[in-house]
């Protein structure tokens, strides 16, 4: 069993900046490909970005490309998200999955893919 915690959300302005973290026990990191989605009130969750067991891949959501770096320290067991730039549209709850991968470049980015996943951290920007 793999548990997943997030933190760091909170309330920034627009233009501001945020690091989400999230960490991972119960498993080998290094084992399992993550990404973060996200739930904004009222709409589905959706996929924000993604990073392979190694970290040498990732894979962004058009709405952040440039904006938003996923990164991973397998040693402290923990992915970050960190975001710039925010907008009122990038409110919402942010969740971390991962996923037990066989592949070192798998780099998933449906939510479908991943059984595990933290509670959530709530990122809002006001407009």
């Known amino acids: 069993q793999v548990q997943l915690v997030e933190s760091g959300g909170g309330l920034v302005q627009a233009g501001g900046s945020l690091r989400l973290s999230c960490v991972i026990s119960?498993?080998?990191?290094?084992?399992?490909?993550s990404g973060w989605f996200r739930q904004a009130p009222g709409k589905e969750r959706e996929f924000v970005a993604a990073?392979?067991?190694?970290?040498?891949?990732?894979n962004y959501a058009d709405s952040v490309k440039g904006r938003f770096t996923i990164s991973r320290d397998n040693a402290k067991n923990t992915m970050y998200l960190q975001m710039s730039s925010l907008k009122p549209e990038d409110t919402g709850v942010y969740s971390c999955?991962?996923?037990?991968?066989?592949?070192?470049?798998?780099?998933?980015?449906?939510?479908?893919?991943?059984?595990?996943w933290g509670q959530g951290t709530q990122v809002t920007v006001p407009s």
């Open positions: 999955a991962a996923a037990a991968s066989w592949t070192t470049g798998d780099v998933f980015t449906i939510a479908a893919q991943y059984p595990n």
């Open positions: 119960g498993r080998t990191f290094s084992r399992y490909t």
């Open positions: 990073i392979s067991r190694s970290g040498s891949s990732t």
